[in-house]
């Protein structure tokens, strides 16, 4: 069954509770009466496609979905001078951990240092740098949030933010992170560096999805490169290395595999020689015509 009906059907029904609930005007009512009759013209369905009904309603959905996702914080409570100290203590027991590269007892300690204050952006993102390191990215990613909720200015959980991002290959979203960071602390070359490299990411990322595929109907149908090819493999002496290999069998005898590499290497070095216009042609086709410019951009600078 079609899925998007499915999802408009649910939409249609949530519209119409709101429209009978009468918490809503009734000039909105009448928008959303509107709303309702393109939605069930532009997917032909009607409220008695009762085969479309999903079980539960689309806000008790939406809801649950958004209990499994956005991770809350706890409720901030009074803290006494002893919890703070405690929680400090946990904290750099944690740092000392990470130092010596025991990563998962790290992570213990920042628990206790969040069961205790959970209110101390600090502890969120010192979490998300052992995680990190841990390759939970998914988790590191929750940390940093956690911590700009608490604290919106803070530099480096926005820095972190975007390393996470980056192992993930989600450059964007590691591009607009290190921006921000940048924004926060303009004199921090390592946030500098990572800008400059998810930007050269990006770039590559997008030149790759725009480079067309390789038309091997419109190869084959060069007449120049037929003609050649066929002058070529018309040589008795290809002729008698080209049955060599495949008499032998290519998966049996690697030799093989090398004579095959031999005769690919004459053929392009012949076509280099007789017709160098073509073999630039056949090269854009098959690079696209941004390939010899590589995208700019240092990691290191």
């Known amino acids: 069954m079609d899925d998007s009906k499915r999802l408009v059907y649910s939409i249609v029904k949530f519209l119409r509770s709101q429209v009978e609930s009468g918490e809503l005007p009734s000039d909105g009512c009448e928008g959303i009466e509107v709303s ?47 919890d703070k100290i405690l929680a400090e203590e946990m904290k750099v027991e944690g740092n000392n951990l990470m130092s010596s590269e025991n990563f998962k007892a790290a992570i213990e300690y920042y628990n206790k240092a969040i069961a205790i204050d959970s209110r101390n952006a600090v502890y969120y993102c010192n979490r998300a740098a052992a995680y990190t390191k841990l390759n939970d990215h998914e988790s590191a990613i929750q940390d940093c949030k956690n911590a700009l909720k608490i604290d919106p200015q803070y530099s480096k959980a926005y820095g972190r933010l975007g390393l996470a991002y980056s192992m993930l290959n989600r450059h964007q979203e590691a591009y607009d992170s290190y921006k921000r960071a940048l924004e926060l602390e303009p004199d921090n070359e390592g946030y500098h560096s990572n800008l400059q490299l998810s930007a050269a990411k990006i770039s590559t990322t997008t030149s790759e999805t725009r480079r067309p595929p390789m038309d091997f109907g419109m190869l084959f149908s060069n007449p120049e490169l037929v003609n050649m090819a066929t ?9 008698s290395l080209m049955n060599n290999v495949m008499s032998g069998g ?38 696209g015509p941004n390939s010899q410019q590589p995208p700019d951009g240092d990691a290191t600078s």
């Open 231 to 239: 002058q070529m493999l018309s040589n008795p002496s290809m002729q």
């Open 36 to 82: 309702i009759q393109c939605l069930e013209s532009a997917y032909n369905i009607s409220s008695d496609d009762k085969q479309l009904d999903v079980p539960l309603p689309l806000q008790t959905i939406f809801t649950n979905y958004l209990k499994e996702t956005d991770q809350t914080l706890p409720e901030a409570h009074p803290l006494s001078e002893e």
């Open 250 to 287: 290519l998966a049996q005898n690697p030799n093989n595999m090398e004579s095959l590499m031999q005769v690919t290497q004459q053929l392009a070095q012949q076509l280099q020689t007789e017709n160098p216009t073509l073999v630039e042609e056949l090269k854009r086709k098959f690079n």
